[in-house]
């Protein structure tokens, strides 16, 4: 089945943060209110009237960003309209009235609340790491998190009178807070940071006659995982990562357990795996069990449907050039049909609808009555329907089209009469700074083994200025349309720098950039970025590279019997748990901010390698190890150095195994193969390509002549998309065997161009001889 939806841009306002737009409920078959905050600290409330949008009540800025809002009330109601800004919660009613049984909730706490949830007179809330529970506007519940907290809600786990509490952090876990608040109940690791939690509620399978048996639960794409089937005992969780895997999630209050996992890359949609940012359950295609529409941080909006079965199937998808922030899904334009309406983060809300494009009646929708879509009351035949149905969508488009007319002479006023003003001022005065909002993700892509930055202004891109002073790898994105200029590096220097530019009429808002780091190199990037304004500004962010930037965290890791032949690091000294777990962090992405153990054990795996590192450390001791033996060794240089830097005394114990090099050099090699293969393939198309010119009939070449002909574009394409591997590949094998010798105490830097000019003849047997030379 495939969903057919229609987009309608509602209403502009300034930029928006996660979960601020939603549908205020209404009675069946009526348009639903719309409730949208910025970031400006504004709330504007309406309601589409003859495709216009006409507001119910507007709250003026408060100069804080509005960062989400909930529905709430008495016994579920959800008639009340609560809303974050700052570290304050308020609410009022739907007509915009003071809700006179709360008054604003100051949690007088120093982090800002990122997500809340309303329960009757409870409240709950979250910062970047600190959850808080209100009953009555009374704090009685607390929790610090070990990792920034991305969303929080409430299910009924064990049957009492308030709920339990789960909350999505980014260190990978769904933790389960007790009723109380204060208690750890349990977690669940997941496949990556949480972005976002929903309910999904559905009539236990097969008991109401219609709902198929097993509908909305089940296994989906193989797993590493068996993934649990609901009997309808059990609540039901969805949840969205990061990496742009959405899940199922069955529990209790004693237990968690999987269910159905989507995940982007093993469904060959790795372009289109973006953070699942907002999620909403509404039962769109109307098969008795509710859907899935999703909203991803790259623009993707998506509608799962379970109607083919137990496993989800994509029914919709629309690309978007921005990041959706909020999703919902109600009768907005038309109380006839059931529409998807969307917040994006530069304000912009959206509407995609079930109507079919064209067709309307007189009241803006299908007649009730009528057989036929878009035929009126009254009508005698389809034609004619058909026509006035035409001409109506003709009226409102040309209606609109005259209303943006206005709109847009109103703004060229406006422009003239500010430049007016600034150039009065500007005679005596220099501009200074011109404030801007800017999004921005800096992640690591496993399936790549590279990371991911994206960003994201409120308004057009100009430039990116990047910069950065440990040498890395610029890899092309299909989706960046952004013109790019690469400045040379002095001699000798190990520095980048590369300028993306925006053509002026594309208006691009958002930018995603693929960058390859190389480990033992750890630095910092730089972006400066300018959006298309005048006066000239820029906004500058830097992002760490550590020292182990490919290293990908574990949760679950093989049994002991079955992991390989492991080298060991043993650090022992004078030093706490926290100075050597600031160590592991400083060294290793996706480690918790904070600890609340005694003791760490955490797992790694080297995206690009597939090597691993088991970390375990306590107050005085720790131990690393790795099947590599240049994990090792920068692991050791980054705390030698940091411990020096604090005048701290270790001790440092290496034991490794010889056999782990060849077996890693034998794991180095298809890769190294099939690189001098494509080069070769490349050096070989200009020549094979005249020899075609000349002779019409080319069966004479041999077999592999005439497939690299054939397939002359994908081989260049993939060249292209790593323009750096080979150089790559011989970075790390150069590493392993300085960092072999160097474990040996011995310093064999002179023996290193003989391997350089080894690895452009490349064999393993070679390269193995020597490694034991």
């Known amino acids: 089945m495939e969903l057919s939806l229609h987009r309608q841009d509602l209403v502009q306002v300034s930029s928006t943060c996660q979960k601020t737009m939603r549908l205020l409920p209404t009675s069946k078959r009526r348009q639903s209110k719309v409730v949208v905050g910025d970031d400006t600290g504004s709330l504007l409330c309406f309601v589409m009237k003859r495709y216009e949008h006409e507001p119910i009540f507007k709250l003026p800025p408060t100069g804080k960003e509005v960062s989400r809002i909930e529905l709430g009330g008495i016994h579920d109601e959800r008639d009340k309209i609560f809303w974050a800004s700052g570290s304050t919660v308020r609410a009022i009613t739907k007509k915009g009235k003071e809700y006179p049984k709360f008054n604003a909730l100051n949690t007088d706490s120093t982090e800002p609340i990122r997500s809340f949830c309303v329960r009757d007179d409870d409240i709950h809330t979250a910062g970047e790491y600190i959850y808080n529970q209100f009953v009555s506007l009374q704090d009685k519940g607390f929790f610090m998190s070990n990792d920034r907290i991305n969303d929080l809600m409430c299910e009924h786990l064990s049957g009492g009178s308030r709920p339990e509490v789960l909350l999505g952090c980014q260190d990978r876990m769904v933790r389960v807070l007790a009723a109380t608040g204060s208690d750890l109940l349990f977690e669940q690791a997941m496949n990556g940071p949480v972005l976002t939690l929903e309910q999904y509620h559905n009539p236990p399978p097969g008991n109401d006659g219609f709902t198929p048996q097993g509908a909305g639960f089940g296994p989906s794409s193989p797993h590493r995982y068996k993934p649990s089937v609901n009997d309808g005992s059990l609540k039901e969780v969805v949840y969205g990562t990061e990496n742009g895997q959405l899940g199922l999630l069955l529990m209790d209050s004693q237990l968690m357990r999987r269910g159905w996992v989507i995940d982007p890359v093993l469904e060959g949609r790795r372009s289109k795996s973006g953070g699942v940012q907002c999620i909403c359950t509404a039962d769109i295609t109307h098969d008795g069990v509710k859907d899935l529409i999703i909203g ?8 799962w449907s379970f109607d083919m079965g137990p496993n989800p199937k994509l029914v919709f998808e629309k690309a978007l050039q921005e990041s959706i922030t909020s999703v919902d899904c109600g009768l907005v334009t038309n109380a006839n049909f059931d529409e998807v309406v969307i917040a994006t983060y530069s ?29 009126r009351k009254g009508a005698k035949g389809g034609k004619p329907g058909e026509e006035e149905g035409g001409s109506n969508v003709k009226e409102r ?37 011109v404030q801007f909002k800017m999004k921005d993700k800096w992640t690591l892509k496993p399936e790549d083994a590279c990371y991911q930055l994206h960003i994201e202004l409120s308004m057009p891109l100009e430039t990116v200025l990047l910069q950065c002073d440990v040498p890395i790898e610029l890899l092309d994105v299909d989706s960046n349309v952004a013109i790019v200029s690469r400045t040379p590096a002095a001699p000798g220097s190990t520095s980048v720098l590369a300028t993306y530019r925006c053509q002026a009429g594309a208006n691009v808002n958002r930018l995603e950039l693929n960058i390859r780091t190389s480990e033992g190199r750890y630095g910092s990037l730089q972006a400066y970025v300018w959006p298309r304004i005048s006066p000239k500004t820029a906004r500058a962010a830097s992002y760490p590279i550590k020292p182990l930037s490919l290293h990908t965290r574990l949760h679950e890791v093989a049994d002991e019997s079955a992991l390989p ?38 797992a790694f795996r080297n995206t690009f390698l597939d090597t691993l590192l088991l970390c375990t450390y306590r107050q005085g001791e720790a131990t690393f190890r790795s099947d590599s033996l240049t994990t090792l060794a920068i692991v050791k240089e980054v ?3 940091e411990a020096t830097a604090r005048k701290m005394q270790i001790q440092v114990a290496v034991d490794t195994k010889e056999e782990t090099v060849p077996t890693l050099l034998r794991k180095i090699d298809p890769m190294m193969r099939y690189q001098l293969s494509l080069t070769n393939k490349v050096k070989l198309i200009d020549t094979l390509k005249e020899v075609k ?20 574009e994908q081989i260049k394409s993939e060249l292209k998309e790593q323009p750096g591997r080979l150089q790559f590949l011989y970075g790390i094998i150069t590493d392993l065997y300085v960092d072999n010798f160097k474990f040996k105490g011995q310093n064999v830097t002179q023996h290193v161009p003989q391997l350089q000019r080894a690895l452009e003849d490349y064999s393993l047997d070679v390269i193995l001889a020597f490694f034991l030379r």
Request: hydrophobic share 30%; aromatic share 6%.
């Open 347 to 375: 304000g912009k809300v959206v509407s995609f609808s079930t109507q079919p494009g064209g067709i309307e009646s007189e009241e803006g929708g299908m007649s009730p009555d009528s057989k036929q879509p878009g035929v």
């Open 296 to 303: 991803r941080d790259d623009g993707q909006l998506e509608v």
């Open 639 to 641: 705390v030698t150095k």
């Open 565 to 602: 032949l492991m080298n060991r690091l043993k650090i022992s000294g004078s030093f706490s748990l926290p100075e050597v777990h600031s160590w592991v962090v400083a060294c290793l992405p996706e480690v918790p901010a904070r600890l609340q153990e005694e003791e760490a054990s955490f």
């Open 693 to 712: 010119m000349q002779e019409p009939d080319t069966s004479f070449l041999a077999p592999e002549y005439l497939e690299i002909l054939e397939n002359e």
């Open 397 to 433: 488009g040309d209606k609109k089209i005259r209303n943006l007319r206005q709109e847009i002479e109103k703004l060229h006023e406006k422009v003239e009469k500010e430049k007016e003003r600034y150039g009065k001022v500007s005679e005596s005065l220099i501009a200074a700074d």
